[in-house]
């Protein structure tokens, strides 16, 4: 069964730091480029930052600095570590996975909330 399963999500303060997971199944992992998205109440879903099955990495200019992307092909599992979060970044993130060779093949994950909030 092919899946994403997010985890990490929460409630953290200004200024404070957390890091989503994301596992993979039911896929050969290195042949997929992986991405966060996410959608704040009433908004459209944005990129926040991908790696490409060869470990190159791109970030949106609002996170740029504070979130860090990486992967680990042995354990099929992409991390998103986020410091400096500001209220701005409350939203529901997702996991993404996109074939880096067959056009339209992608996964998406269910969702971890992520509420920036004194």
């Keep these: ?3 994403l399963v997010e985890s990490g999500g929460g409630l953290v303060q200004p200024g404070g ?3 989503l997971s994301c596992a993979a199944s039911g896929i050969i992992f290195s042949m997929y480029d992986m991405g966060w998205y996410r959608q704040a109440p009433g908004k459209q879903r944005e990129l926040v930052a991908i790696i490409t099955s060869g470990g190159s990495t791109n970030y949106a200019d609002s996170v740029k ?3 860090t992307l990486s ?3 042995a354990k099929n599992t992409v991390y998103l570590q986020m410091n400096s979060l500001k209220p701005e970044d409350t939203a529901v993130y997702y996991c993404n996975a996109k074939h880096t ?3 339209n093949l ?5 969702g ?3 509420t920036v909030s004194s």
């Design 101 to 103: 060779n067959i056009r």
């Design 112 to 114: 971890t909330l992520v």
């Design 71 to 73: 992967r680990d092909n």
């Design 65 to 67: 600095g504070r979130f």
């Design 106 to 110: 992608e996964v998406w994950g269910q």
């Design 1 to 3: 069964q092919v899946q």
């Design 17 to 19: 730091s957390l890091r």
